[in-house]
């Protein structure tokens, strides 16, 4: 992997508290969000999780010249609700909000740049430029006891023999907003918590030696001191984990490696850490929700809503024609274009949109109808949006989604609401999100 490929994660390391003010992000501690209301016990509130929205903002950048795309940009972050102005509260969405900043200006500066330069490469070299993407999304590992726990994972693809990953994670005490060391959960001196992490990661990397479980380099005893940042851990429901970055320990395709020290094991720790119900079940639909917001803004832009997906029409056809082959690398045949509806809505749903008449099976072939084209104006802004689970459950959840309309009318904040349903395994929606 070259350097030049992974600029952006190891930036993104050494930028954490930076702020560039940039449009996309901010901090608003008064929405179109409902608050809690009521009394509660302090007992109450050091149990009680928070409500944490995640706040998404997606860009395109486009070249300059030629109106092509250069680079996608897709930043998803936690915010807390904050109905009482908590200090504390208020210092995390803070920290956030400046990441945020970080993460756009990094990738307008250097990564902008760097696309450029790789299309000019490409189009002198007479092969296809893809356009680089940057993406960064979060996931709640721990909330609740006035901890919190969060990890961010990051991503680019800007090339290279693959796409580089890596995890960044901060833990905050709520009520002083503080950012939590490894030394604050561990006790001790830093350099005492380092050794402790040492121990228990060569220990258990020990256990798996001759065994197919066994990933990690040669000389793995040496890495795990020299490769560790002590910024990488995060709290889970029932231990402290700790996380080494790809390449660091083992090979790539292994992934993060991670490895646990459960609370009931910590020795006189510094920090009472009350075990919390697994919340592996919020984490999963949290991640499918941005994966299928993403696929519903397709359906919508590009196929079924405002636009329908670009067809190879002559020049010269009968005024009766109106049948004719789609032309999308994501849609080589119909069997294609069926598996994304119903992989993105319910059974219902999709029925209704695979029989609206706009898209026709011609012997395996994905056809669309030019004379059900109708454009509609459109204003609901799903460049800058916010969104929350409640009632989750192993079969259904209910999804909020914060965003404004910005209609030639006057700019309004708008709230929608669909339901999600686990069908075998996998999550979908229950409409189209309009």
């Known amino acids: 992997m070259g350097k030049t490929r992974i600029f952006l994660l190891k930036s993104l390391i050494g930028l954490l508290m930076l702020?560039?003010?940039?449009?996309?992000?901010?901090?608003?501690?008064?929405?179109?969000?409902?608050?809690?209301?009521?009394?509660?016990?302090?007992?109450?509130?050091?149990?009680?999780?928070?409500?944490?929205?995640?706040?998404?903002?997606?860009e395109a950048y486009r070249d300059d010249q030629d109106g092509s795309v250069l680079l996608y940009l897709k930043i998803t972050y936690p915010?807390?609700?904050?109905?009482?102005?908590?200090?504390?509260?208020?210092?995390?969405?803070?920290?956030?909000?400046?990441?945020?900043?970080s993460f756009l200006g990094n990738a307008l500066g250097d990564g902008l740049e760097m696309a450029r330069a790789d299309k000019e490469v490409a189009l002198s070299g007479g092969f296809e430029f893809r356009p680089h993407a940057y993406e960064r999304s979060t996931e709640i590992y721990y909330n609740g006891n006035d901890l919190l726990s969060v990890v961010n994972?990051?991503?680019?693809?800007?090339?290279?023999?693959?796409?580089?990953?890596?995890?960044?994670?901060?833990?905050?005490?709520?009520?002083?907003?503080m950012r939590l060391t490894l030394a604050d959960i561990l006790g001790?001196?830093?350099?005492?918590?380092?050794?402790?992490?040492?121990?228990?990661?060569?220990?258990?990397?020990?256990?798996?030696e001759g065994t197919e479980n066994f990933v990690y380099q040669e000389n793995y005893a040496d890495n795990v001191r020299r490769s560790y940042s002590e910024d990488d851990f995060v709290l889970t429901s029932n231990s402290?984990?700790?996380?080494?970055?790809?390449?660091?320990?083992?090979?790539?395709?292994?992934?993060?490696?991670?490895?646990?020290?459960?609370?009931?094991?910590?020795?006189?720790?510094?920090?009472?850490?009350?075990?919390?119900?697994?919340?592996?079940?919020?984490?999963?639909?949290?991640?499918?929700?941005?994966?299928?917001?993403?696929?519903?803004?397709?359906?919508?832009y590009e196929i079924f809503g405002l636009s329908m997906l670009p067809m190879d029409?002559?020049?010269?056809?009968?005024?009766?024609?109106?049948?004719?082959?789609?032309?999308?690398?994501?849609?080589?045949?119909?069997?294609?274009?069926?598996q994304f509806v119903r992989g993105t809505y319910i059974r219902s749903e999709a029925d209704l949109l695979l029989s609206n008449g706009k898209y026709q099976n011609v012997e395996g072939k994905l056809y669309g109808d030019i004379s059900k084209d109708a454009g509609l104006g459109y204003y609901v802004n799903w460049n800058d949006y916010s969104y929350v689970l409640e009632t989750i459950n192993e079969t259904s959840a209910k999804l909020t989604i914060f965003t404004t309309d910005d209609s030639p009318a006057g700019k309004k904040n708008m709230t929608i609401t669909v339901g999600l349903q686990e069908v075998n395994g996998v999550w979908l929606l229950e409409k189209v999100v309009e």
């Not at 680019?156 to 907003?177: C, M, Y």
């Not at 350099?191 to 121990?199: G, R």
């Open 19 to 58: 702020g560039l003010i940039l449009t996309g992000c901010g901090t608003k501690e008064a929405n179109n969000q409902p608050s809690s209301s009521g009394d509660t016990s302090q007992q109450d509130r050091a149990m009680t999780a928070l409500v944490i929205e995640r706040k998404v903002h997606t």
């Open 79 to 101: 915010e807390i609700r904050n109905p009482e102005n908590n200090p504390g509260i208020s210092k995390i969405n803070e920290y956030y909000s400046k990441q945020c900043d």
């Open 153 to 177: 994972l990051v991503y680019e693809n800007t090339g290279g023999a693959h796409p580089n990953s890596g995890w960044l994670s901060e833990t905050f005490d709520v009520k002083t907003g």
């Open 188 to 208: 001790g001196s830093s350099e005492e918590a380092l050794e402790k992490v040492y121990q228990t990661v060569l220990a258990k990397i020990k256990e798996t």
């Open 240 to 300: 402290l984990m700790v996380y080494y970055q790809p390449y660091a320990i083992a090979a790539y395709v292994a992934g993060i490696p991670k490895f646990d020290l459960p609370y009931s094991q910590m020795k006189t720790p510094p920090l009472n850490i009350p075990t919390l119900p697994n919340s592996q079940l919020e984490r999963d639909l949290y991640s499918q929700v941005g994966y299928l917001l993403e696929r519903n803004k397709e359906a919508f």
């Open 313 to 338: 029409i002559p020049e010269k056809r009968g005024d009766n024609e109106v049948l004719f082959p789609v032309i999308d690398r994501r849609f080589v045949n119909y069997a294609d274009f069926e």
